[in-house]
């Protein structure tokens, strides 16, 4: 599996464009790249997947750029209920072991 | 809601006793998942199971167990508890797709 690497931490304002990178240099042909948000004491939520270029969904934006050994998840005018971990993972589609790293804990500040 | 049911939601145990967790997945999906969460510390993959056959392991210790049922429903054992199994553990089930449906978790706390 893709080891991934993305900031451990980052602040905004409510508003603001938020954009976090993952850095994922020895990706495989086959695998996808997949971003999921968790809130305190929930369950990780699917946000949004792509393999290359751009995708767009109603909540975020997924660059991956053409090399895709890096990939950045964009999510427009945050809100205060933004705030939360977001993960990134690199793997086949129903590949096994699907391992989160520690992912990136974003604080949207009024 | 995702559609995956975790029971039950909470559960306090002293140490050396034995739980189990239950979950069932979303209707149609042959994958699950299993995840211990301790506070404050990323998701660790324990376990996952596929139609009933166990797929891939991770760092799950010996005194912990899983299977999935014929119904696709699965269950993990936790036996012998110590304090530091207290955490959040959730199911997850998929259909190969690469997404997971996580469900509420079940908040374990050993005394």
């Known amino acids: 599996l893709a080891k991934t690497t993305q900031p451990i931490s980052m602040d905004s304002y409510e508003g603001q464009e938020v954009n976090i990178t993952c850095s994922h240099n020895?990706?495989?042909?086959?695998?996808?790249i997949t971003w999921y948000q968790q809130f305190p004491s929930q369950g990780p939520r699917f946000i949004i997947q792509?393999?290359?270029t751009k995708v767009t969904n109603e909540v975020a934006s997924l660059f991956i750029p053409a090399d895709r050994k890096s990939s950045t998840l964009s999510l427009p005018r945050v809100s205060l209920s933004d705030t939360a971990v977001y993960y990134c993972?690199?793997?086949?589609?129903?590949?096994?072991?699907?391992?989160f790293g520690a992912g990136t804990r974003l604080f949207v500040k009024a | 809601d995702s559609g995956v049911t975790q029971t039950p939601k909470h559960l306090i145990t002293a140490t050396g006793q034995r739980v189990t967790l239950r979950c069932s997945p979303r209707?149609?999906?042959?994958?699950v998942y299993w995840y211990q969460q301790s506070l404050d510390q990323g998701l660790q993959f324990l376990i996952q199971y596929y139609n009933g056959e166990e797929r891939a392991k991770g760092n799950i210790l010996e005194r912990f167990s899983a299977q999935q049922f014929p119904d696709l429903h699965s269950e993990l054992n936790l036996s012998s508890l110590e304090l530091g199994d207290s955490a959040l553990y959730f199911c997850?089930?998929?259909?190969?797709?690469?997404?997971?449906?996580f469900g509420p978790g079940t908040r374990l706390t050993v005394t």
């Open positions: 997850a089930s998929s259909q190969d797709s690469g997404m997971l449906y």
């Open positions: 993972l690199v793997g086949e589609t129903g590949g096994f072991k699907t391992i």
């Open positions: 209707s149609g999906d042959l994958s």
């Open positions: 792509g393999y290359k």
């Open positions: 020895n990706i495989a042909t086959n695998d996808y």
